[in-house]
């Protein structure tokens, strides 16, 4: 079982020219479809007279969820390399997009290939690549008297309150690394009166 995933720390970016065509890319750290959407969206927008915004992203610990798109460019030519880097990297949860101008001269297929490739090199290039710890939540369900019981075990396993609803009955959500889930749960079975909800 996987428990820990490489990533990067914050959005990075780069810029080149290659025969006059300018090639801006960024790397963005995301944890959802809906941020790549959102990341998409902004670029789209900031750099609307640009001929193509290619991509890629992957998602999830083993990178199991990816896309990635030519956006108009000759099949395979722009996508698939700035995939190619986000796998030469081992990272994963991050989007990755090659905006293009232009400049006159066709690049060939060979040459587009090499350029996307290069863009998406430098932008992990810059970026900071950090390893996280994959995470897992639970919700529990106890009485107000079980408060210390509670507390204790939170401060014990240094977990993260993520939500809590304290009032005759308490419902606590928490968030823990992966690695200490079974040692989690065994010791939540001492306690009978602390219930997880599914």
Same mark, same amino acid.
């Given at each position: 079982?996987? *428990? +820990?995933?490489? *990533?990067?720390?914050?959005?990075?970016?780069?810029?080149?020219?290659?025969?006059?065509?300018?090639?801006?890319?960024?790397?963005?750290?995301?944890?959802?479809?809906? &941020?790549?959407? +959102? /990341?998409?969206?902004?670029?789209?927008?900031?750099?609307?007279?640009?001929?193509?915004?290619?991509?890629?992203?992957?998602?999830?610990?083993?990178?199991?969820?990816?896309?990635?798109? &030519?956006?108009?460019?000759?099949?395979?030519?722009?996508?698939?390399?700035?995939?190619?880097?986000?796998?030469?990297? =081992?990272?994963?949860?991050?989007?990755?997009?090659?905006?293009?101008?232009?400049? %006159?001269?066709?690049? %060939?297929?060979? %040459?587009?290939?090499?350029?996307?490739?290069? %863009?998406?090199?430098?932008?992990?290039?810059?970026?900071?690549?950090?390893?996280?710890?994959? *995470?897992?939540?639970?919700?529990?369900?106890?009485?107000? =008297? =079980?408060?210390?019981?509670?507390?204790?075990?939170?401060?014990?396993? &240094?977990?993260?309150?993520?939500?809590?609803?304290? +009032?005759?009955? /308490?419902?606590?959500?928490?968030?823990?690394?992966? $690695?200490?889930? =079974?040692?989690?749960?065994? $010791?939540? $079975? &001492?306690?009978?009166?602390?219930?997880?909800?599914?």
């Amino acid at each position: 079982m996987e *428990t +820990e995933f490489q *990533t990067i720390a914050q959005k990075s970016d780069s810029f080149f020219k290659e025969k006059g065509s300018k090639f801006y890319s960024f790397a963005y750290p995301v944890n959802s479809e809906a &941020d790549v959407k +959102e /990341c998409m969206q902004g670029l789209k927008e900031e750099f609307k007279d640009a001929g193509h915004h290619c991509y890629a992203f992957k998602l999830g610990v083993k990178g199991e969820k990816y896309r990635y798109s &030519d956006d108009g460019e000759p099949n395979n030519t722009a996508g698939k390399p700035i995939y190619g880097q986000l796998n030469s990297f =081992e990272v994963t949860n991050v989007l990755i997009v090659v905006v293009r101008y232009f400049g %006159g001269t066709k690049l %060939g297929v060979g %040459g587009l290939i090499q350029a996307y490739k290069e %863009g998406a090199k430098l932008a992990l290039e810059n970026a900071k690549i950090v390893t996280k710890e994959v *995470t897992e939540q639970i919700t529990v369900h106890f009485k107000y =008297e =079980e408060m210390n019981v509670m507390m204790s075990l939170v401060k014990i396993f &240094d977990l993260k309150i993520v939500e809590q609803q304290f +009032e005759l009955d /308490c419902l606590i959500t928490l968030e823990f690394p992966l $690695k200490k889930k =079974e040692a989690l749960l065994l $010791k939540l $079975k &001492d306690y009978p009166q602390l219930e997880i909800q599914n």
